[in-house]
């Protein structure tokens, strides 16, 4: 065997193999908190989608969606500037992404949607374009060890219609109302 056939094949590393896993991927601007990614990361988590932070030089949120989605093997990829969150497909022409949100005073909230709409994008869920309104927090109850609980005691009112609008929405993206 001659000594050029034996340095053709390389094990791959461990590295490389989970690099190519499939992952939506995120580009960040220069000065951007890697708080942004983490939000991300969880709206897309959420439904299901992994992703994985790329570095991609930039400071368009739009430019820097279209650089991420080439590079994901889902060919969906979200880009964070100062001002805006852009989501971006593969397919769009680099100018026009499929979804875009503007910085605001609380941008956190809108980087966690646009990673759940880009997991949706793969997924083939409709898109959400606000942002749910948190529950009212349960308020505490005050019970003594001694004293029985009411057998007939009634739940919170604005719970339970907090859960309805969060369950007649699962049910409207399922097509079943």
Partial sequence: MSEASEAVVKPRSLTAASDE????????ASGVDD???RF????????????????????????LAYEAATSSR??????????????????????QPVITFDAGPDFLPYCRLAGSNAA?????????FE?????PAAKPRRTRAAEPKKANSEPDPALVQAIAKIVAR???ERGLL
Avoid: T
């Fill in 21 to 28: 896993q499939p992952a939506i991927h995120v580009a960040l």
């Fill in 35 to 37: 708080r942004h990614f």
């Fill in 40 to 63: 991300v990361a969880i709206g897309a988590e959420e439904d299901g989608v992994p992703c994985r932070q790329v570095s991609v030089a930039g400071s368009d949120a739009a430019a």
């Fill in 74 to 95: 889902f060919g969906v990829g979200v880009g964070v500037s100062a001002s805006a969150v852009a989501v971006h497909e593969l397919h769009m022409p680099a100018h």
């Fill in 120 to 128: 949706r994008l793969i997924i083939r869920l409709p898109f959400r």
């Fill in 131 to 135: 942002l749910e309104p948190e529950p």
């Fill in 170 to 172: 699962i049910i409207k």
